[in-house]
């Protein structure tokens, strides 16, 4: 069975601080990872892809534990605007078979 | 402007009654899908279409339908709308497959009374 699990949160963090998430695939053959923003009711939006390497951008960081099928993603120095829903997204295969999306992780961002 | 079109953004109807959700993008992606979002369930994929007159189940396709008779639009058809097909739909596409960036049209919520 293919899943992606996540915490649900709600994450309540202050400005400024660091928070990290992550996001466990049940199939070690999977082939692509993403980290999706949605906010309420609003369409998904890509964050960032996520490497074997890790990769960074700007106050994000992903990365990738192939050996423990989990993936994270690290926010520094939080905003309130990073206030959102954050969906880990697998593709268990190559090619264009389904993407698995997880349920996401509600972070809320507080003054 | 780069965008996935959905139409309509609302729609209530009633059990039975037959309605299309309407799905355009002007990128010249190969790749488009519908998705669709329940509290608690996250994002599920219904239909996909990798070309022109080539489309595939996803993980939900019951009581749905789905045609690509031209590149740009990729339509979702309820031929009989049954209360638990009430959702929130996306439609979403890239360039190739679902093995690149998703670009999302901004939601349908439909209610089947």
């Known amino acids: 069975r293919k899943e992606v699990e996540q915490d649900p949160g709600p994450f309540n963090v202050p400005e400024g601080a660091t928070v990290a998430f992550n996001c466990t695939y049940s199939?070690?053959?999977?082939?692509?990872f993403f980290w999706y923003r949605q906010d309420c009711r609003k369409e998904p939006k890509l964050l960032m892809s996520v490497y074997s390497s890790g990769n960074e951008d700007g106050r994000f960081t992903a990365q990738l534990n192939r050996a423990s099928q989990y993936i994270s993603l690290l926010i520094r120095d939080s905003k309130l605007s990073d206030s959102a829903t954050y969906l880990c997204?697998?593709?268990?295969?190559?090619?264009?078979?389904?993407?698995?999306f997880g349920k996401g992780t509600r972070l809320s961002v507080i003054a | 402007e780069a965008q996935v079109t959905q139409n309509p953004r609302y729609l209530i109807t009633v059990t039975g009654k037959k309605l299309t959700v309407t799905c355009s993008q002007n990128?010249?992606?190969?790749?488009m899908s519908w998705y669709r979002q329940d509290p608690g369930l996250g994002l599920r994929q219904i239909y996909y279409s990798m070309n022109v007159e080539v489309t595939d189940k996803g993980d939900v396709p019951e009581g749905y339908k789905v045609s690509r008779k031209e590149k740009r639009n990729f339509p979702l058809i309820l031929e009989s709308p049954s209360p638990n097909q009430t959702s929130l739909y996306f439609c979403?596409?890239?360039?190739?497959?679902?093995?690149?960036?998703?670009?999302f049209g901004s939601g349908t919520q439909l209610s089947v009374l």
């Open positions: 979403a596409s890239s360039l190739y497959g679902s093995s690149e960036k998703l670009f």
């Open positions: 199939n070690s053959a999977s082939q692509s």
């Open positions: 990128m010249n992606h190969e790749y």
């Open positions: 997204v697998v593709n268990y295969q190559s090619g264009n078979t389904p993407l698995v």
